[in-house]
């Protein structure tokens, strides 16, 4: 059945790689951001799980707000059009922006957040994300924080969809080809 973990053809990362890589990462950003009340920009939809993880391990005064845009439809491939389907409600001007992403794949979302957020003028701006699928970039986005650089394959689980499936599981994994063609 669509979505559940018997359709899933191998782990890529576990629930414990996944928590221990969390936890690095967090207290990583409450070392370089300490005083700097920083501002965690999460993407939704897919990176709600990785940040709500996430913020729970940032040792340091912070606050948190959302903006979702989508590329991908609900498809596999990225349509190379951004839309902004929410915007933020906290400014972001003279801010510590930390934009937290599940996955940088293409790259051409976060080069348009990137674009979008560095206009309204925010006092630092840097990227976390939990998955660096690199073999895709078509455009150089810098990340500041990488969970985990992955191969060229469809991963969902752990806030990644197919079909908008998947968010649900604790782990990273590949779906059966069958799943998805
Ligand atoms: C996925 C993913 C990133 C983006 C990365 O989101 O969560 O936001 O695509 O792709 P790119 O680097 O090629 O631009 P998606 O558009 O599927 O929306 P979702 O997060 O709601 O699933
Ligand atoms: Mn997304
Ligand atoms: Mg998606």
């Known amino acids: 059945e669509l979505g559940t973990s018997e359709t899933i053809e191998r782990i890529l990362i576990n629930e414990n790689q996944l928590q221990a890589k969390v936890a690095e990462l967090a207290n990583q950003i409450s070392i370089d951001y300490e005083g700097k009340n920083p501002l965690f920009v999460g993407i939704l939809k897919g990176a709600f799980v990785f940040l709500s993880d996430l913020i729970r391990h940032v040792k340091?005064?912070?606050?948190?707000?959302?903006m979702q845009v989508s590329s991908y439809g609900s498809g596999t491939e990225s349509s190379g059009i951004v839309k902004i389907?929410?915007?933020?409600?906290i400014s972001v001007e003279d801010r510590h922006v930390i934009i937290v992403e599940d996955i940088v794949d293409t790259g051409v979302t976060m080069q348009h957040l990137l674009e979008l957020l560095s206009a309204r003028k925010p006092a630092s701006l840097a990227v976390c994300?939990?998955?660096?699928?690199?073999?895709?970039?078509?455009?150089?986005?810098?990340?500041?924080?990488?969970?985990?650089?992955?191969p060229n394959a469809f991963v969902v689980g752990y806030g990644l969809d197919y079909a908008e499936f998947y968010r649900n599981l604790p782990f990273i994994g590949i779906p059966y080809k069958e799943v998805y063609e």
Not at 60 to 66: E, K, L, N, Y
Not at 85 to 89: M, V
């Open 60 to 66: 340091i005064p912070a606050h948190v707000d959302f």
């Open 85 to 89: 389907l929410k915007d933020l409600d």
């Open 129 to 150: 994300t939990l998955l660096d699928k690199k073999e895709r970039r078509i455009v150089d986005v810098h990340l500041n924080y990488v969970g985990f650089e992955i």
